[in-house]
C-alpha cells in the first residue's frame, strides 16, 4: 500500500486529491499510481458530503487512472451497479427532511452549505454505525434502508440525538422530521421502485422538525417494549388506502408536536 507522510500531504496541490470536503479537509490522493489504487479501493468508504461531491470526485478520480494507465474495472462495475450492495426484499426505509429549509438558507446564505454538510455527516455516521445503507442524501433530505426495524428506529433516535446537541452557525435551529415505514420494494440499476417507497416519502413529510414517526409496518416489527403513541389514521395524497401511525418516543427527546401535516385523519 502506498504511504504518505504528513509532511509529504501537506506539500501536495490540491490537484492531488480526488475530493475536498466544504471544510477544506483532502481526501484520496491521486498523484501517483500507486495512491490512484488506493483511492479506488477506498472510494465508498468516505462519507461526501452529498451525490455532487461524489460524483466530482469520481472524475476526478477516474481521469488519474486514465493518466497512469489503470483500468479500474471493478471500481466502475460497482459505481455503475449500486444496487448489488443494496438489501432486497422486506426493508424499512428511513427518510429525513430538514424542516424549514428555505427559511434557513435565507437567513444563512453562503453559510446555508456547511449547515447541510454537517446535517448529512450527522445523518451518514448514525446510519454507518448502524450498519444501515444510505440509498441517497439530496437537497435537504436523507434516504437510507435497514433489514431490521429495530436498527432503523434506534438511528432516528441516534440522528435526532445529535441534531439536537449540535451546534449550528449563527445560532440556527435546525431540526430534522424523520419517518419510517417498511415494505417490500423493487430493487433496479437506478434504486428503489414501488408504492412503498413513495409512501415513505409521504410519511416524512408529513412530520415536524425533531419529530420521528412510523407506519404501522414498522411498529408490527417492533418488540413491545419499544414506546410508541398512536396517532390514528391518516390518509396521504397518491396512496390508496390510510395508513396508521405512531410517533416514536424517547426521554431525552421532545414529545409535544401539531397533528401531521399535508395529511388528513381517517376516522
Known amino acids: 500500500m502506498a504511504t504518505l507522510s504528513a509532511k509529504e500531504r501537506a506539500r501536495l496541490p490540491d490537484r492531488a486529491f480526488a475530493y475536498i470536503d466544504s471544510e477544506g479537509k483532502r481526501r484520496l490522493p491521486i498523484h501517483d499510481a500507486g495512491h490512484v489504487r488506493n483511492a ?10 452529498d451525490d ?3 460524483d466530482r470526485a469520481r472524475i476526478r478520480l477516474l481521469n ?13 462495475s ?6 448489488r450492495n443494496l438489501p432486497r426484499g422486506q426493508v424499512t426505509f428511513l427518510l429525513a427532511d430538514i424542516e424549514g429549509s428555505t427559511a434557513l438558507l435565507h437567513r444563512l446564505g453562503d453559510r446555508y452549505a456547511a449547515l447541510l454538510a454537517d446535517v448529512r455527516r450527522v445523518a451518514r455516521k448514525a446510519i454507518r454505525s448502524a450498519k444501515g445503507h444510505l440509498v441517497s442524501a439530496r437537497g435537504d433530505d436523507v434516504f437510507a434502508v435497514f433489514e431490521e426495524a429495530g436498527t432503523a428506529v434506534e438511528t432516528a433516535r441516534a440522528i435526532q440525538r445529535e441534531m ?3 451546534k449550528w452557525p449563527a445560532g440556527a435551529e435546525c431540526r430534522l422530521r424523520i419517518g419510517l415505514h417498511r415494505g417490500r420494494p423493487e ?13 415513505a416519502a409521504r410519511i416524512c413529510f408529513s412530520g415536524h422538525g425533531g419529530q ?3 407506519s404501522a409496518a414498522v411498529r408490527g416489527a417492533l418488540p413491545d417494549e419499544v414506546s410508541a403513541v398512536p396517532l390514528g389514521k391518516w390518509r396521504f395524497r397518491g396512496l390508496p388506502e390510510p395508513i396508521e401511525m405512531f410517533q416514536v418516543e424517547t426521554a431525552d427527546l421532545p414529545a409535544d408536536f401539531p397533528p401531521l401535516r399535508g395529511a388528513e385523519r381517517a376516522g
Open 40 to 49: 479506488l479501493s477506498r472510494f465508498n468508504q468516505v462519507a461526501f458530503e
Open 52 to 54: 455532487a461531491a461524489r
Open 64 to 76: 488519474a487512472a486514465k493518466k497512469f494507465g489503470i483500468v479500474p474495472i471493478g471500481f466502475v
Open 78 to 83: 460497482s459505481q455503475l451497479q449500486p444496487e
Open 164 to 166: 439536537q446537541a449540535h
Open 187 to 199: 430493487l433496479t440499476d437506478t434504486g428503489y421502485v414501488g408504492i412503498s417507497v413513495h409512501a
Open 212 to 214: 420521528i414517526i412510523m
